[in-house]
């Protein structure tokens, strides 16, 4: 059974920072290309970032390049994202999944929303003004 766990959200001000992990069982992320999605109140779940098998290619949305990065924990089977310059906009649940493509799609990857999965609890970020 697939299971993932995303951590490390939390309260911030503006301007702070935070990493979020994303942990993984039941699958091995190296094999897929993974996205990094969020989600704020009232609106509807939207991808912001992914990074291709092999680690050769990420992806950002304009929101969040230049302020985000994403990478990969080979050790614990996990993804991470490292958010600076936290704005209250980026206040949102933040999910990770894993795509499987042949070739990196970051466009279809960051588009594939629920129900195409699979999906953890999420973690809050929240970034107070």
């Known amino acids: 059974q697939v299971q993932l766990v995303e951590s490390g959200g939390g309260l911030v001000h503006s301007g702070g920072s935070l990493n979020l992990s994303c942990a993984a069982s039941g699958l091995t992320l190296d094999h897929y290309a993974v996205g990094w999605f969020r989600q704020a109140p009232g609106k509807e779940r939207e991808g912001i970032s992914c990074?291709?098998?092999?680690?050769?290619?990420?992806y950002y949305a304009d929101s969040v390049k230049g302020r985000f990065t994403i990478g990969r924990d080979h050790e614990r089977n996990g993804v991470f994202l490292q958010m600076t310059g936290l704005k209250p906009e980026d206040t949102a649940v933040y999910y990770c999944?894993?795509?499987?493509?042949?070739?990196?799609?970051?466009?279809?990857?960051?588009?594939?929303?629920?129900?195409?999965?699979?999906w953890g609890q999420g973690t809050q970020v929240t970034v107070s003004s």
């Open positions: 999944t894993p795509r499987y493509y042949p070739h990196f799609n970051p466009v279809q990857l960051l588009a594939s929303l629920p129900p195409s999965g699979p």
């Open positions: 990074i291709s098998r092999g680690d050769s290619e990420t």
